[in-house]
């Protein structure tokens, strides 16, 4: 709905009750209804979200989701999205939010607003057992170090490995370094902890291969956890998100669904 063009060009003739009318106008034009929900997800972060055999979404992240929406009462639906895409997805309203294990970096805070942490988890590097190499920046000096694209471990690999000699490869998703290290294309991965585990480690492929060196959590390149990433002026989504967040935390829901996928809590600090 417009303001009258007359009523903007003379301010002077606007009493107390026809501002307060012109106000709340303004304010129903920008309202939003979130009885439903689009929900953006990169499906190829197993066991977070990925999909079964028969092609449906699966996995914490989405349990997450579907259990927050029944919260505050949306129909939620989900879109697919590449990684390297999904902020600028979630910019140019392809859909409302983005439950897909996101870390909340500073970076990212200054494109997106996110709601309070669902859980965190740590990175760490994957290197075949006997290649000499230890996690550490100098081990990997004229190494060939894979991460997946956009994300927070290609941030932290090419802030540090990079600088100590190493060559940054950068792939459009974990599945595709796993094939690459596998066959000796490269030489380690910096990956998610769990899914470094689940998608590789415990799988036959992940034989012989083993995480290197320390947990990495710089918070500089990590951030604190990982959140539900809003657009900057959708305050009320995220609003009502975090209410659903403390709601699950509290009436076991959320603990319900992380004992689906591990057996370790990793909610963190």
Sequence with gaps: ???????????????AASCFALMAVAGAAQARDWSAV??????????????????????????????????????????????????????????????????????????????????ETPTLIIAKVGSGIDGSPASLKGKRVGAAKATVQET?????????????????????????????RIDAVVVDKFDGKGGFLDTPEGKGY??????????????KGAGIAIRKEDTELRDRFNTALKTIRANGTWKQIAAKYFDFDIYGK
């Design 1 to 15: 709905m417009r303001i009258p063009r007359a009523l903007l060009a003379r301010p002077a003739l606007c009493l």
């Design 38 to 119: 689009r929900i953006g997800v990169d499906a190829t972060y197993k066991p977070f979200t990925f999909k079964t055999p028969d092609g449906q979404l699966t996995g914490f992240d989405v349990d997450i989701a579907k259990a927050l929406c029944v919260e505050i009462k949306a129909k939620c639906s989900f879109v697919e999205s590449s990684w390297e895409g999904i902020i600028p997805g979630l910019r140019a309203n392809k859909f409302d939010a983005i439950i897909s294990s996101m870390s909340m970096t500073a970076e990212r805070r200054k494109a997106v607003d996110f709601t309070d942490k669902y859980y």
């Design 156 to 184: 932290y690999a090419k802030g540090e490995l990079a600088k100590a000699g190493a060559t940054v490869v950068s792939f459009d998703s974990s599945q595709q370094e796993y094939l690459d290290l596998k066959s000796g």
């Design 210 to 223: 083993a995480f290197v060196g320390p947990e990495l959590t710089d918070e500089r390149y990590f951030g």
